[in-house]
């Protein structure tokens, strides 16, 4: 008799930090994969994950582009396989006063963070819920619970983030299909460099969460089941919690020292 087919797992935001160890996490846990990037950095991560004995379909696209989440999509669908699970990771921050940030750069996050992310999801609930079965893992963070000095936009995407996979949740209950959100605290990852947020406290500082930690708590609150998952070091999660029950503006003036440009000086 034949062994049974490996289940799949798309993975968005792949090539490197919490993609790459969410990735790691459904290879190590018997999964084949689908991942995507923008980057060169796809491929070598494409052959580290077969390395760990999973069947790997990398697809590089830009997700900021409506065709290219269309792309993704067709190549889920073209695996003739169905898909178990998804972990919907990609996006990007941009840090700054906001009378001084790129607008361009703004609107560009907003389309990765936000608009990709609803249409990547419409496609793959739609996909799990005709067969009454998958897991769905939403990347925010804990700049979703509260405003976020210099960081305006990029905290407001994630609180979007949030809400909308704990709505899609909420709607799947009588299904076979659940959805948790993902909340790290700051990640040692390439994010604050491409954010420009590596002169303030925050961006310097050297206590960081470890990426795979945060993946790893993440897939096994997704394996759980849990809606809401804030991963990271014992004081990232109390400060994530902490942020959500804080006042908006108490919260957001403590977060304040932490973003402000040149703070790390």
């Given amino acids: ?26 290879a190590h846990n018997g999964f084949d994969l689908v991942v995507v990037a923008e980057d060169d950095e796809l491929e070598p991560a494409a052959v ?7 069947a790997v379909s990398p697809v590089r696209a830009d997700l900021t582009q409506r065709a290219e989440v269309e792309k993704v999509v067709a ?3 073209g695996s003739g396989r169905p898909l178990d699970a998804a972990a919907l990771n990609a996006g990007v921050g941009v840090a700054g006063r906001f009378a ?10 907003v389309e990765l963070n936000c608009a990709s992310t609803v249409q990547l999801a419409k496609h793959v609930v739609q996909d799990m819920v005709a067969r009454d079965q998958g897991r769905i893992l ?19 995407t994630k609180a979007f983030v949030q809400f909308l996979a704990l709505g899609i949740r909420e709607e799947l209950t009588d299904t ?12 040692d990852t390439e994010f604050f460099d491409r954010a420009d947020a590596t002169d303030t406290k925050l961006g310097a500082s050297d206590s960081k969460d ?10 096994e609150g997704l394996m759980k089941g849990e809606a809401s ?4 070091s014992v004081t990232s999660k109390l400060m994530g919690k902490l942020s959500a029950v804080l006042p908006d503006a108490i919260a957001g003036k403590s977060h304040k020292p932490m973003t402000r440009p040149g703070s790390a000086g």
């Fill in 1 to 26: 008799m034949s062994e049974p087919a490996r289940p799949l797992a798309l993975v968005t935001g792949a090539s490197s930090g919490i993609g790459l160890e969410l990735a790691k996490q459904f």
């Fill in 48 to 54: 580290e994950l077969r390395g760990l004995g999973a």
């Fill in 75 to 77: 190549a889920v669908r």
């Fill in 100 to 109: 001084e940030t790129d607008l361009d750069a703004e609107l560009g996050m």
């Fill in 138 to 156: 939403f990347t925010s963070s804990v700049a979703s619970q509260a405003p976020e000095p210099f960081q305006a936009v990029y905290s407001a």
């Fill in 176 to 187: 076979g299909v659940t959805v948790t959100a993902l909340l790290p605290g700051p990640t």
């Fill in 210 to 219: 470890d990426p795979a930690q945060v993946a790893r708590q993440g897939f």
């Fill in 229 to 232: 998952v804030f991963a990271g």
